[in-house]
C-alpha cells in the first residue's frame, strides 16, 4: 500500500505493485547487514500510517499456524505442508481509534488480523494468506487492514477473537464484526472481503453508531434463572460441556453454575457439573503426566487437544475444580485442583521476576511422551509476557488453593505475586499497567479488566490474610476504575477516560461485570456504599441487551445476582494474634460460600470501623454474619461457623 493511500489518498494499482516490490528489495537488502534480521526496521509506526510506508517499523511476522481454512491441524500433518513463503507483501496499518472513523467515513471495513507472539499464529499451517499478491491487491484496495498483537492491545482480543490465532475479523466503522474466522485461506479470506465490502457499501454514510439506553432499565429478578436456562439449553447431554463443537473449559460459566447449584441444590446443575468436570479430567483436555489443562480440545467428546497452556485458563480452573470438589464432596477433583496449581508454579512462575508468564506454546509431540521420554526433550517455551490480569487470577486460585486444601505455602506464594505485581505494574493514582513484557519493561496499554482482575486479587488477599498492606492499593484501583473507566451516563468502557473499545458489546458486558461485582464486593469492605451505587448504575446499562449472548453472560449473571442477593459480610473481631481469631478467619475464608465477604478486625486497632458497623467488642473472639447491615448471627466456634454460614446464607436467599 502506498503512503497516500494509507493516509486516504487512492493510488493506482500499479503504483501498490510497485511500493511492494521496492519494500521487499529493501527487507532482503537490510537482510543482509549484519545484525539485522528480515523484515526489521527501526522506529515506531504512527497512528494510521501504513507499516514500512517509510513511517515506522513493519509488524513483524508471526510463527506458522495449527487451524488450515479454519480446520485444526495436527502437528504430524503441519510438517509435510509446504514451507511458508513469507513475502509479507501487504503493509499493515498500526491500530488507532481513528481509523474506526476513517472506515465509516470511507465506507469500507477495517480487516483486523489478530496474532500471537509466542505460539504459532501466522500462515495458517504453513500456506500464508498473505503471500498472495492478488488478495493483498483486493485487501489495500478496498480495506483497511491492521495487525494486532493480541498482548498488545488484549480488549481488540477479547471482542474479536473467534477461538484462536490467527483470528481475521473484518468490522464496520461502528467497530460492529462483519465477517470473520480462524486460520483462513487466501481464498476464503477474498470472499469474506467482498461480502464485507458489499455491506460497508450498502451502508448510509449518515448512519450512527449504536448508543446505550439513555437510562438504565431496571433489573429483573428473572435474569439470573435465565442465564442459568441458557447454561442448561447449550449443555451437551453426551459428553459434557457446552455446545456440539470444540470444547471449551468455559471457566466464568462453569462458576455461575456453581454458584446456582450451591443456592438451589437443582439437580439438572448437578448433572451438568458431574459430566463436566469429570471429562475434563478424565479427558484429554488435562495433561495427565506434568497435570495443568490445555486451552481446549477440537472435538466434542474433549479429544485432540491444542496443546498450548495458558495461565488465564488454568487459574481459573484451578478455582473451579476446587470449589466443585467442595461442593461436591469429591477428592478427586480436589487432588486435579491442587496437580494443576503445581503445575503453574513449576511450568510458569518466573522465580527471578515473581510473576507468571502467560503461557507454554503448544507441542503435540512432547505432550504425547511419557513422563520418562519428556525427561529426554527440552519443554514448550514459556512466553516472555508477563500480563497484570493473569497474574492477577493466579493469585485468586493460589489463595483459594492455600485455603481449602490447608496449605500455608501457597497462600505465601499468593503474597509473593501479589507483591511483585504491584512492584512492577502498579502506579499509584494511574492503576495497573497490562503487561511486562520480554525486555522487563510495563507496557501501558491497560484496561478496565486489567483494573478490575487486580482489585479482586487484592480483596481475596485482605479475606484470606488479613495482610494491611493490601488495602491502600485496593483503595487506589477502586477510585480509579470510578474515574477513569466510568462514561458520563454511568456505564463502564474498557478503556479509561470514557472510552469505549471497538468490538463485540458481549465482552464489553463482560467487562462491566466483573468491575461490578468488584466494587458491590468493596462497597462492604471499604465501608463505601457509593461504590454500590456505581456498580448497580454501570449493571443496569445492560439489563436488556445481556439476552442475545446466552450462557456467555455468566459473569453478568454473577454481578447480578450480588445485586439482587447481597453477599454475607462475616466480620471476625478479636486481637490479631489470638489463635482463636485466626481460626474463624481460615474457617470463614474456606467454607464454600461464592456470596461472601470475610473480615477481620481488631477490637482496639479498629475501633472506628466496628462503631461505623455498629458491633460490639467481647471478652473472646467472635465472627459476626452480617447482611445488609443486620446481624443474622454471633458464633464464637470455628467448629460451628461452617453451618451457621449456611443457614445465614438460606436467610439471604429469600430475603
Given at each position: 500500500m502506498s503512503a497516500a493511500f494509507?493516509?486516504?489518498?487512492?493510488?493506482?494499482?500499479?503504483?501498490?505493485?510497485?511500493?511492494?516490490?521496492?519494500?521487499?528489495?529493501?527487507?532482503?537488502?537490510?537482510?543482509?547487514r549484519p545484525g539485522t534480521r528480515p523484515g526489521a526496521a527501526s522506529g515506531s509506526a504512527m497512528a494510521g500510517e501504513p507499516v514500512g510506508s517509510g513511517r515506522g517499523r513493519r509488524a513483524r511476522p508471526g510463527r506458522r499456524a495449527w487451524f488450515r481454512d479454519g480446520e485444526p491441524v495436527s502437528a504430524s500433518t503441519r510438517a509435510d505442508l509446504p514451507a511458508e513463503e513469507g513475502a509479507m507483501a501487504l503493509s499493515w496499518l498500526e491500530w488507532s481509534d481513528d481509523l474506526l472513523e476513517r472506515?465509516?467515513?470511507?465506507?469500507?471495513?477495517?480487516?483486523?488480523?489478530?496474532?500471537?507472539?509466542?505460539?504459532?499464529?501466522?500462515?495458517?499451517?504453513?500456506?500464508?494468506?498473505?503471500?498472495?499478491?492478488?488478495?493483498?491487491?483486493?485487501?489495500?484496495?478496498s480495506c483497511l487492514p491492521v495487525r494486532v498483537d493480541k498482548d498488545r492491545l488484549p480488549e481488540l482480543d477479547r471482542r474479536y477473537q473467534r477461538g484462536g490465532w490467527p483470528t481475521t475479523v473484518l468490522i464496520d466503522g461502528f467497530g460492529v464484526q462483519l465477517e470473520g474466522g480462524v486460520g483462513l485461506s487466501a481464498a476464503r479470506i477474498a470472499r469474506l472481503v467482498q461480502r464485507a465490502v458489499a455491506r460497508c457499501q450498502g451502508q448510509s454514510a449518515a448512519s450512527l453508531p449504536p448508543e446505550l439506553p439513555a437510562e438504565p432499565l431496571p433489573f429483573d429478578a428473572g435474569i439470573p434463572a435465565a442465564i442459568e436456562r441458557s447454561l442448561m439449553a447449550d449443555f451437551d447431554e453426551r459428553y459434557g460441556g457446552f455446545g456440539d463443537g470444540p470444547k471449551f473449559p468455559h471457566t466464568e460459566a462453569l462458576d455461575y453454575a456453581l454458584l446456582r447449584h450451591a443456592e438451589a441444590r437443582n439437580p439438572r446443575l448437578h448433572e451438568i457439573l458431574e459430566k463436566t468436570f469429570t471429562r475434563m479430567a478424565q479427558g484429554a483436555l488435562q495433561d495427565h503426566v506434568d497435570g495443568g489443562f490445555f486451552r481446549y480440545c477440537a472435538?466434542?467428546?474433549w479429544s485432540q487437544p491444542h496443546t498450548e497452556k495458558l495461565l488465564e485458563t488454568n487459574a481459573g480452573l484451578a478455582r473451579n475444580v476446587l470449589e466443585c470438589g467442595q461442593l461436591m464432596g469429591r477428592a478427586d477433583l480436589l487432588a486435579v485442583g491442587e496437580r494443576t496449581v503445581e503445575a503453574l508454579l513449576r511450568d510458569l512462575l518466573d522465580e527471578d521476576v515473581g510473576l507468571?508468564?502467560?503461557?507454554?506454546?503448544?507441542?503435540?509431540?512432547?505432550?504425547?511422551?511419557?513422563?520418562?521420554?519428556?525427561?529426554?526433550?527440552?519443554?514448550?517455551?514459556?512466553?516472555?509476557?508477563?500480563?497484570?490480569?493473569?497474574?492477577?487470577?493466579?493469585?485468586?486460585?493460589?489463595?483459594?488453593?492455600?485455603?481449602?486444601?490447608?496449605?500455608?505455602?501457597?497462600?505465601?506464594?499468593?503474597?509473593?505475586?501479589?507483591?511483585?505485581?504491584?512492584?512492577?505494574?502498579?502506579?499509584?493514582?494511574?492503576?495497573?499497567?497490562?503487561?511486562?513484557?520480554e525486555t522487563g519493561a510495563a507496557q501501558h496499554a491497560s484496561t478496565l479488566r486489567d483494573q478490575a482482575e487486580m482489585a479482586r486479587a487484592l480483596l481475596h488477599l485482605l479475606q484470606y490474610t488479613d495482610d494491611r498492606r493490601f488495602a491502600a492499593p485496593l483503595e487506589d484501583l477502586v477510585e480509579h476504575i470510578t474515574a477513569r473507566y466510568v462514561d458520563t451516563g454511568g456505564a463502564f468502557t474498557s478503556l479509561a477516560d470514557g472510552r469505549r473499545s471497538a468490538g463485540r458489546l458481549d465482552a464489553q458486558i463482560v467487562d462491566a461485570a466483573v468491575a461490578g461485582e468488584v466494587l458491590l464486593r468493596a462497597s462492604l469492605l471499604l465501608g463505601r456504599p457509593g461504590l454500590r451505587d456505581v456498580a448497580v448504575r454501570a449493571l443496569q446499562v445492560h439489563a436488556d441487551d445481556f439476552r442475545r449472548y446466552g450462557y456467555a453472560m455468566a459473569a453478568y449473571g454473577r454481578s447480578v445476582e450480588l445485586v439482587l442477593h447481597p453477599p454475607l459480610h462475616i466480620v471476625v473481631v478479636g486481637q490479631r494474634q489470638d489463635a482463636l481469631s485466626l481460626a474463624l478467619l481460615r474457617a470463614a475464608s474456606a467454607t464454600y460460600l461464592p456470596s461472601r465477604v470475610v473480615q477481620r478486625l481488631d477490637g482496639l486497632a479498629d475501633a472506628p470501623v466496628l462503631q461505623r458497623l455498629c458491633l460490639p467488642v467481647r471478652s473472646r473472639p467472635v465472627a459476626f454474619v452480617m447482611r445488609q447491615g443486620v446481624c443474622l448471627d454471633e458464633v464464637a466456634d470455628a467448629g460451628e461457623l461452617p453451618e451457621a454460614l449456611q443457614r445465614a446464607n438460606a436467610r439471604r436467599l429469600q430475603a
Open positions: 494509507g493516509r486516504g489518498g487512492r493510488g493506482g494499482g500499479g503504483g501498490r505493485r510497485s511500493q511492494r516490490s521496492r519494500q521487499r528489495h529493501a527487507r532482503a537488502r537490510r537482510s543482509e472506515a465509516h467515513r470511507e465506507r469500507r471495513p477495517l480487516l483486523l488480523h489478530l496474532v500471537c507472539d509466542w505460539g504459532p499464529c501466522d500462515a495458517g499451517a504453513g500456506h500464508d494468506p498473505w503471500s498472495d499478491e492478488a488478495l493483498c491487491d483486493l485487501v489495500e484496495q472435538r466434542r467428546d507468571f508468564h502467560s503461557g507454554l506454546e503448544p507441542d503435540d509431540e512432547y505432550y504425547a511422551l511419557d513422563a520418562a521420554a519428556r525427561r529426554t526433550r527440552r519443554p514448550p517455551a514459556r512466553s516472555q509476557r508477563m500480563l497484570a490480569d493473569g497474574n492477577a487470577r493466579a493469585v485468586s486460585a493460589l489463595l483459594k488453593a492455600g485455603a481449602v486444601l490447608a496449605r500455608l505455602d501457597l497462600t505465601q506464594r499468593a503474597v509473593a505475586v501479589a507483591e511483585s505485581l504491584l512492584r512492577r505494574l502498579w502506579r499509584r493514582g494511574r492503576g495497573m499497567l497490562h503487561v511486562l513484557d
